[in-house]
């Protein structure tokens, strides 16, 4: 992947101004980069935006971005919480996991909480019986069953439809408010599947109004919005006119991670060695799998290597393939590959990823082998 001009001259100017205190392997996020996605998504999808905060937890770039997550965040528990403490900004809670605490804490905030089976309503009964529960709860519909009752669902989120209508018949019996419902196509999921949980919430919205005896108001389709959006060519006019009978009915909003943090995020990491096995090189870095599980593509069915930038560029008569390997004992630690390299790569080297803003830094086996932590640095 090749950097923009400006953001390899921040990069360069960042990495260069080192004396000690910035240091490899680390995250490099785009203040900039962030609040620009976040604002021409919302403008594409047509609809407010909430941020869901699993995508990026890095407390300094969330503070100097959230001012611009009008419509709030998602979080999926109480230290995700805790990164928006303070704010009066809307906060969903979802997880399939709430305990007691986290719904009274949670619940002090701003909060409407996704139900994800029925049996969560009974954690909300004991707070609410306590007198602190005065937030309104979406109903969760698994994806694969909201289409097909029969099919066997393809991840553990949600309910069937007899299971949402048992909730909602709960919650009205609670006087429990349910102010919508919400549904998450997967991640990545945007593109081929976003019409039909247009489709699926449509189909279920007047009935489970009439459940509770009166209308929902919200209706949240989720995202999996990948993170190269704008080079998918996403026709999202046709989507938002999609959405248009649903918003004559209610008010509906869409949550991002991967879409806003994706491309604002860069890992940099520096060459300790390079070193050839037979004609295969290798270039052994200070960081890899242990600091950004992601790049080791693990869990793809097929491989296929991000190829990194090299912050110095010292062209060669000769090109060569490079395969880049993190610092650990394992031999899935394959972080890139570099094909017909024109540069030759040096001990000290510095070489930059992208598309690493989203998930690689949360999503990470950090306690390997006792490796260095990742540093985080804002530009
Ligand atoms: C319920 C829910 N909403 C939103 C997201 C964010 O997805 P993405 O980062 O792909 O936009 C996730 C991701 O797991 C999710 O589980």
């Known amino acids: 992947m090749d950097l923009g001009d400006s953001i390899r001259k921040s990069i360069t100017d960042l990495l260069g101004s080192g004396q000690g205190n910035v240091a490899t392997p680390c995250y490099i996020y785009s203040v900039e980069q962030v609040i620009e996605n976040f604002k021409d998504l919302k403008e594409v999808l047509g609809t407010p935006l909430v941020v869901s905060l699993k995508a990026n937890h890095c407390p300094e770039l969330l503070s100097r971005t959230a001012f611009n997550f009008d419509d709030g965040c998602e979080v999926a528990s109480l230290g995700e919480l805790r990164l928006r403490a303070g704010t009066r900004r809307k906060t969903y809670i979802n997880t399939p996991a709430y305990t007691r605490k986290m719904v009274e804490v949670a619940s002090r905030y701003n909060a409407t909480f996704i139900i994800d089976y029925v049996a969560q309503l009974d954690i909300i009964a004991e707070v609410k019986q306590q007198g602190v529960f005065n937030n309104s709860v979406l109903l969760r519909l698994n994806f694969d069953a909201a289409r097909n009752e029969n099919a066997p669902p393809k991840d553990h989120f949600g309910m069937d439809t007899k299971s949402l209508f048992e909730a909602a018949a709960k919650a009205r019996d609670m006087k429990v408010k349910v102010a919508g419902l919400h549904i998450f196509c997967g991640s990545n999921g945007f593109v081929d599947k976003s019409m039909a949980c247009v489709e699926a919430v449509d189909k279920l919205f007047d009935a489970v109004g009439k459940t509770l005896g009166y209308p929902l108001e919200v209706i949240n389709l989720g995202g999996g919005i990948p993170s190269d959006w704008r080079e998918k060519n996403i026709d999202f006019a046709s989507y938002r006119a999609s959405l248009q009978p649903l918003q004559r009915k209610a008010e509906v909003i869409h949550e991002a991670g991967r879409a806003i943090f994706g491309s604002a995020g860069y890992f940099a990491t520096e060459v300790v060695s390079v070193k050839s096995i037979g004609a295969k090189r290798f270039v052994i870095c200070d960081g890899g799998m242990t600091q950004n599980f992601l790049l080791a593509k693990t869990e793809h069915v097929i491989r296929k290597y991000d190829r990194p930038t090299l912050i110095s560029e010292r062209l060669t008569d000769e090109t060569r393939d490079y395969t880049f390997v993190g610092?650990?004992?394992?031999?899935?630690?394959?972080?890139?590959?570099?094909?017909?390299?024109?540069?030759?790569i040096l001990p000290g080297d510095q070489i930059v990823f992208g598309q690493c803003g989203a998930y690689n830094a949360v999503y990470t086996v950090n306690k390997f082998l006792a490796l260095k932590h990742y540093g985080e640095y804002i530009i």
């Open 327 to 344: 610092a650990s004992c394992n031999r899935d630690d394959i972080i890139g590959e570099y094909r017909d390299c024109p540069h030759e």
